[in-house]
């Protein structure tokens, strides 16, 4: 059974950074791409960023030169470093694989004063 796992949400000041983790386990990790997604309070999720198994990004535009993703195929893991946040990046960040259809459970994301 695929499982992603998230974590390093938390409470930052404006400006302030954050990384995000998501441990998938269930399957070749290696062979596939793996997005990042973000929902605010009464709003629809949004993408964010994406890398696929090659290593190649693709950001939403109003993350772009914030934040970076990244994996690491020896721990099958995927990152999201996420700097110079504002309060809109506030929201439950998950982790979704495409190909499988399968999301994590999220992690929230506050940025306030």
């Known amino acids: 059974q695929v499982q992603l796992v998230e974590s390093g949400g938390g409470l930052v000041q404006p400006g302030g950074s954050l990384r995000l983790s998501c441990v998938v386990s269930?399957?070749?990790?290696?062979?596939?791409?793996i997005s990042w997604y973000r929902q605010a309070p009464g709003k629809q999720r949004e993408f964010v960023a994406v890398i696929s198994s090659a290593g190649t990004t693709n950001y939403a535009t109003a993350v772009k030169g914030r934040f970076s993703i990244s994996r690491d195929n020896a721990k099958n893991t995927v990152y999201l470093q996420m700097n110079s946040l504002k309060p809109e990046d506030t929201g439950v960040y998950s982790c979704?694989?495409?190909?499988?259809?399968?999301w994590g459970q999220g992690t929230q994301v506050t940025v306030s004063e």
């Open positions: 269930g399957t070749i990790f290696n062979v596939y791409g």
């Open positions: 979704f694989v495409p190909a499988l259809m399968c």
